[in-house]
């Protein structure tokens, strides 16, 4: 089974508000990160946090980690068209890979 | 100019057939991996290689053959194409392993007939 899932599945909103995602997974991890992936491209590095670290932020991005929960949020702030896109957390799960999740699909309208 | 290409970027041919995808990268980075991507837009790694070294084989049929020539190319040889084989094929490289952000290509979409 996947060891990250995204949590909704699809997500609409209109320009300038804030979008959240959340990420859930099974196993302990060394790091988590979040990943961006337009129609027809590949997928676009974000952020990546650390198993020792709870916050971090990349100009509107914040992504938190509680490690106790198993879960990672991702909150996009001021949202812009040009945001919409499948966002995807990914996790080592303790292994040499990375294990991604099923994604939530962003939809901001202008 | 492109950190990480594949090409070709669409490939459609026959069942049976074999196919190469290329990739390059030119970001100077020591490990490449290959992904699938399937119509669900669920992504699993397939191989990874390490200077030149096969690291990760996740359980891919045999039919899958990777080859990297040096450390910036690492291609995908498919023999006997099958239909459950259609999917978005992603290059993708970083320094170092699962520690380090990953740098993806933009994708090869392949589609058996």
């Known amino acids: 089974s996947q060891q990250g899932e995204e949590d909704p599945q699809a997500l609409s909103i209109q320009e300038g508000e804030n979008a959240t995602m959340n990420c859930s997974y099974k196993t302990s991890i060394n790091n988590l990160q979040w990943y961006r992936q337009n129609s027809g491209r590949g997928l676009v590095h974000l952020i990546l946090?650390?198993?020792?670290?709870r916050e971090k932020h990349s100009g509107r991005l914040r992504v938190t980690l509680d490690t106790s929960k198993k879960s990672s949020s991702l909150l996009i702030t001021a949202s812009r068209a040009a945001d919409t896109a499948s966002y995807f957390c990914?996790?080592?799960?303790?292994?040499?890979?990375?294990?991604f999740g099923t994604g939530t699909r962003l939809q901001v309208f202008p | 100019d492109t950190a990480v290409s594949q090409t070709p970027k669409y490939l459609v041919t026959q069942m049976g057939n074999d196919k190469s995808i290329k990739c390059e990268q030119n970001l100077g980075h020591d490990t490449m991996y290959w992904y699938k991507q399937d119509s669900k837009k669920f992504l699993k790694i397939m191989f990874s290689y390490n200077n030149k070294e096969l690291i990760i084989n996740e359980t891919v049929p045999n039919r899958f053959s990777p080859k990297s020539p040096d450390k910036a190319h690492l291609n995908l040889h498919i023999n006997s194409l099958e239909l459950g084989d259609s999917a978005v094929y992603f290059c993708a490289s970083s320094q170092g392993f699962i520690d380090q952000p990953q740098h993806f290509g933009d994708g090869t979409r392949l589609s058996i007939l």
């Open positions: 990914a996790t080592d799960a303790g292994t040499d890979k990375l294990i």
């Open positions: 946090i650390r198993s020792n670290e």
